[in-house]
């Protein structure tokens, strides 16, 4: 099983602040989802990267693959109160079904 | 419109008890999982179906029995609970299996006591 490790584990941040999450492994991955989940719900995806070195920008998050498709990056502008919840990164392995790894996730507070 | 709806939300049963937990999707996808998601968030497939057949099975004891009666439904059915079965699970489906993006269901709490 492949694994993904996220850091930092935990963030509590004031608003307006700036912040990053990394997303970590040692296996390559055809894609990297990132979804957010808010207490009491299920996660809900926020976007797919799938080409080495792509950054994607959903309004004040960007996101990153690495080069290699081994990590990815997440990182907030400004942040508010409305993005406080658990950021989960997950890699598409390759071949065969395709399987979907989420990450160990990281707990975002935005303090108002 | 409800896209990935699970019943129950919350249950709360005894060790030793049988209990089944249904989803269903209404968004026309092919390819439906059973999620578990521990204490710490860690979220963990469980089982996958594609038109019905059973496309992953990781390693989970064999009390627990996936059944997918049509491509819009899988319901997951647990036999003999124990304390360590406590946990959120979620059911998604996705257009496909081929690491698609997943649409997630509002989860089911069980606790075993």
């Known amino acids: 099983t492949q694994l993904l490790e996220q850091s930092p584990q935990f963030l509590s941040i004031q608003e307006g602040e700036n912040l990053t999450v990394y997303c970590n492994s040692s296996?390559?991955?055809?894609?990297l989802q990132w979804y957010r989940q808010e207490p009491g719900e299920g996660p809900v995806l926020l976007v797919t990267?799938?080409?080495?070195?792509e950054v994607k920008k959903l309004k004040r998050l960007t996101f990153q693959f690495g080069d290699a498709r081994k990590d990815s990056s997440l990182h907030i502008t400004a942040a508010q109160p409305g993005d406080t919840g658990l950021y989960l990164c997950?890699?598409?392995?390759?071949?065969?079904?395709?399987?979907?790894?989420f990450g160990t996730g990281t707990k975002l507070q935005v303090i108002p | 419109d409800t896209a990935v709806s699970q019943t129950p939300k919350y249950l709360v049963t005894q060790m030793g008890n049988d209990k089944s937990i249904k989803c269903e999707q209404n968004l026309g996808h092919d390819t439906m999982y059973w999620y578990k998601q521990d204490s710490k968030k860690f979220l963990k497939i469980m089982f996958s179906y594609n038109n019905k057949e059973l496309i992953i099975n990781e390693t989970v004891p064999n009390r627990f029995s996936p059944k997918s009666p049509d491509k819009a439904h899988l319901n997951l059915h647990i036999n003999s609970l124990e304390l360590g079965d406590s946990a959120v699970y979620f059911c998604?489906?996705?257009?496909?299996?081929?690491?698609?993006?997943?649409?997630f269901g509002p989860g089911t709490r069980l606790t075993v006591t």
């Open positions: 997950a890699g598409v392995e390759l071949g065969g079904y395709q399987k979907v790894t």
């Open positions: 990267v799938v080409t080495g070195g």
């Open positions: 998604a489906s996705s257009p496909g299996y081929r690491g698609h993006e997943q649409y």
């Open positions: 296996s390559v991955f055809s894609s």
